[in-house]
């Protein structure tokens, strides 16, 4: 009987260490914050909830940043980390915060626009928690989140997603995908208040264009391109073809299926006057064939068994030994949201933006991305904001 004792409570102890030596740096990263200097064009910061009620006081709400130019013009937003695991798109939202001034319209940036997501991750993946950009001052540390929301925040899941409002059958995990629950409601479930909040900004600040800024596997056809309904569709092929002639890379045209219900570059176009472009820039790391899941792969994308598949013609890029570095995909996210502003702006005058002090693609991809992000500890009194 005594022995049996000893038994259970030396096991519970061991259930213990092993719980705790799991939970604390999950519950670490949860909890990391990463800085965000204000750039010069920053004239506001707000959050989501402002638009959206029903995310105040929850992990779902996010910061928004506001860089209005001198002159009036046209309105665009940017998203980033709609999908939290794809980080090229939060690096160049932080890119633009820290750096762009526009002279003419106003910018908005919404850089961890799935907050929750951002603070989640995928063990069975064996998804790193973090990652680091070298920068002139030392290495900028963040985090790495996942696809979903985090089920924390979000919670229990139906058996089926049914959207809100076509009634379409989505998939169960759909529900906590940012990149389903457009155009969302005030008082739907978590996620769907989160794309409320974004649609209500765009609707109230009359927004001319929305950019979504993500990544996609090399294996998945709708990668490396801009995806337009039909009214962006005019304004994604002119940048297209411009970005190949002047700038030298690869970005082709997705239309958007406007029988698939729920994505950004449906919904936003569909219930608001606001263009829609959701960008996809190859993300190797995602692949499915691959080999660890490294930060080093995640930076460099460079892995031998895409290679050869690329020899095969299984890939939607062009594919080599030098991988797809990061500098690369940020590269391309700016120079893209560039093209699409100034061909917008050349259309409509008068609803016009002139943005200053954005790297484009050649920029990053000589210099790193880690030139443009400035020391949090040089920035001015209330010139960081820890997100
Ligand atoms: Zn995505």
Known sequence: ?????????????????????????????????????????????????????????????TWVFVLEGKEPGGRAVVIADTHANEPAGYLAAMILIENAVPEKGTLTVIPVFNNSASRNTRPGDGYPLYYEIPTEWGPKKLRMGNRDASPLDQWPDPDVYIHYPEKQML??????????????????????????????????????????????????????????????SKIATL?????????????????????????????????????????????????????PKTTKLLLDGKDPFLLSLAAKKKLFVSYDESGWPMDKRVGQHLSVTLEILRQFSKKNPGRDMVIRGVPRYADVVKNGIGRYLHDPRKAGSGRVIEN
Request: charged share 20%.
């Open 239 to 291: 940048a297209s073809l411009t970005v190949k002639a002047v700038e030298g890379f690869d970005n082709h045209v997705e239309p958007s299926p406007a029988g698939f219900r729920g994505l950004s570059h449906r919904e936003i176009g569909d219930y608001s006057t606001t263009a829609p472009f959701l960008l996809e820039a190859p993300i190797p790391f995602l692949d499915q064939p691959t080999g």
């Open 171 to 232: 998939s169960w995990i759909d529900i906590r995908n940012t990149n389903r629950t457009w155009p969302g409601r005030v008082d739907g479930p978590l996620m769907e208040r989160v794309t409320f909040g974004a649609m209500e900004l765009m609707r109230r600040e009359k927004t001319d264009v929305a950019v979504d800024l993500h990544g996609a596997e090399t294996m998945f056809p709708v990668t490396n391109c801009i995806v337009a309904p039909e009214k962006s």
């Open 1 to 61: 009987m005594k022995q049996e004792r000893l038994t259970k409570i030396l096991l519970s102890a061991v259930a213990a260490a092993l719980l705790a030596a799991g939970g604390i740096p999950l519950y670490r990263h949860r909890h990391f914050q990463v800085p965000i200097v204000l750039g010069p064009g920053v004239t506001r910061i707000e959050r989501l909830s402002a638009y959206s009620p029903g995310i105040a006081g929850t992990s779902a709400d």
